[in-house]
């Protein structure tokens, strides 16, 4: 049995060279011009407010979202483990592969998990809605991520809706960490129908989209009445001061948005077309701002971690993944300079005649 205290995240955590590219990890390349905090910015020797009041802020402004359909979080994470035991769910059905958390969260909550598989055959698509709603039958909450990470793949909102009104006492969750990042933001978000859809709740990230994994932002946006039962569980004063003061600059942001935004899209489809050409190659998802890819070429996946480690490139190891144990790895799209030195990278691992590569023995 996996270990519920077991984690891996990219490479958080991992000491990498200055030098080194990390392409494991999902979050913007680009920094967000925040310009220089001070103390006086925020007080360290008073309370934060007790509702994140910086982050609704945030939120109504941005997004017109009423301050009553947001609860403010440390990180989207907070989220994924808090909503599973406010909803006292027993029953969740989750994709595979997907973010370990769901399960993790699902589990100590006391919730049995039920996986729905994705499979190569289709692009690791979500299957038909009537597939969809057989395995929903037995289930009390449909947990899923769109775009599902780490395969890349986008969860049709309309789908998503169908369901919600077909099954009104099933939840539905969705973990928007990465729609930001999708060209149809924000008309594919389903933050817009909840109000509409009292089932559906949507967790969504600061983190990803604004490069800001360390300081942890990110909202439940659902319903009031849902709201107000996740505030019956939910601690106090999870959101701190810097954070409540940062969010309230990402609102300055908007030449920043249409930056990143435009260099996502256009690097997408670069490497999409470049990666086409590379021989023991093949890409799927990259609905986001990363790709899952299959390595086949002609040697050990292990041999091309070493291979890329050696031009000091790190990837994300995915064969901890159910259904991803063959050779399947992700890459996160940084800045076109930093993306062809990947491309470079596996383009000489697999054309190469006299690659190290070639002379070691497929496992």
């Known amino acids: 049995m996996k270990s519920l205290y077991h984690h891996q995240h990219g490479g958080a955590g991992i000491n990498f060279g200055t030098e080194t590219l990390d392409f494991s990890v999902n979050i913007s390349p680009i920094s967000p011009p925040l310009g220089a905090l001070s103390l006086n910015d925020f007080s360290l020797q008073a309370y934060p407010s007790i509702d994140g009041k910086g982050i609704k802020d945030f939120y109504k402004a941005r997004f017109e979202l009423d301050n009553a359909m947001v609860l ?3 990180g989207a994470i907070e989220g994924i483990y808090l909503v599973p035991r406010a909803l006292v769910l027993r029953h969740i059905l989750a994709l595979s592969p997907s973010f370990y958390d769901y399960e993790r969260a699902a589990r100590i909550a ?15 698509q979500l299957p038909g809605i009537e597939q969809l709603a057989e395995a929903l039958l ?22 998503i809706m169908a369901l919600a009104s077909r099954f009104p006492d099933k939840w539905f969750i969705l973990d928007e960490a990465f729609i930001q990042f999708t060209p149809g933001f924000p008309d ?28 942890r932002l990110g909202a439940v946006i659902a319903h009031p009445d849902v709201i107000g039962r996740l505030l019956y569980y939910k601690e106090p004063w999870t959101v701190n001061a810097i954070a409540e003061s940062v969010a309230t600059l990402l609102l300055n942001l908007g030449a920043y948005e249409e930056e990143l935004s435009a ?16 021989e023991g190659i093949r890409l799927a998802g990259g609905a986001a701002n990363f790709f899952l890819a299959q390595w086949n070429g002609g040697s050990t996946l292990d041999a091309l971690f070493s291979w890329l480690a050696e031009r000091q490139i790190h990837v994300r190891d995915c064969r ?44």
């Open 320 to 363: 901890n993944f159910p259904g991803l144990e063959e050779n399947y790895f992700r890459f996160a799209i940084r800045r076109p300079v930093e993306n062809d030195r990947l491309l470079d990278a596996l383009r000489s691992a697999t054309l190469s005649s006299g690659s190290p590569l070639r002379t070691m023995p497929v496992s």
């Open 188 to 215: 594919n978000s389903l933050m817009y129908q909840v109000m509409a859809l009292k089932n559906v709740v949507v967790v969504h990230s600061l983190t990803k989209f604004y490069a800001l994994p360390g300081l």
């Open 263 to 278: 260099m996502i899209l256009s690097e997408r489809e670069r490497i999409t077309a470049l990666v086409s050409g590379i």
């Open 138 to 159: 037995h289930a009390d909450a449909f947990f899923v991520a769109n775009p599902n990470n780490p395969t890349g793949t986008e969860v049709p909102p309309e789908m």
């Open 110 to 124: 006391g919730a049995d998990v039920t996986f729905l598989p994705l499979t190569a055959d289709n692009g690791f």
């Open 72 to 74: 403010p979080l440390n």
